[in-house]
């Protein structure tokens, strides 16, 4: 159950780098889609572990309004205001990523020590995902 929590908190973090990069929004749409998705499925690979009702209540609401209602929001919202792509960032197309995921990594490195204090479950990957991905969105 551990490598399963793992393996899709690793493939959050290159989806929440996906959206970041992406530059045609119903791309990072789809992308934030499939990136909440996989919340889902770690909501519920941990409510199957700990047997936490509270995890398959957000699991199950986390599918309905982020998987769902949020995307399709987006993407009738993207084709009423007639928008396909982002402007291009300051430093050009591959220094934004580049930036954004080495200050991404550098502060998830130095926060998810004190996340692990804190915690609940000692899980050192999926919390390092967590600040990674936090981090990628701020």
Not at 49 to 54: A, Q, R, V
Request: hydrophobic share 60%.
């Amino acid at each position: 159950m551990a490598n399963i929590i793992d393996i899709v908190a690793v493939l959050m973090m290159v989806t929440s780098f996906a959206v970041f990069s992406f530059r045609q929004y119903r791309h990072s749409i789809k992308a934030y889609a499939l990136q909440t998705l996989l919340l889902v499925v770690i909501f519920l690979a941990l409510y199957f572990k700990y047997g936490s009702h509270e995890l398959l209540v957000w699991a199950i609401t986390a599918f309905v309004i982020k998987v769902i209602c949020v995307p399709l929001y987006l993407l009738s919202l993207v084709k009423r205001l007639g928008v396909v792509v982002e402007d291009e960032p300051v430093g050009g197309f591959f220094i934004s990523p580049v930036v954004a995921l080495s200050f991404s990594l550098a502060v998830s490195m130095m926060f998810y020590k004190v996340f692990i204090h804190f915690s609940l479950f000692k899980d050192v990957l999926p919390l390092y995902a967590a600040s990674f991905i936090f981090m990628m969105g701020i």
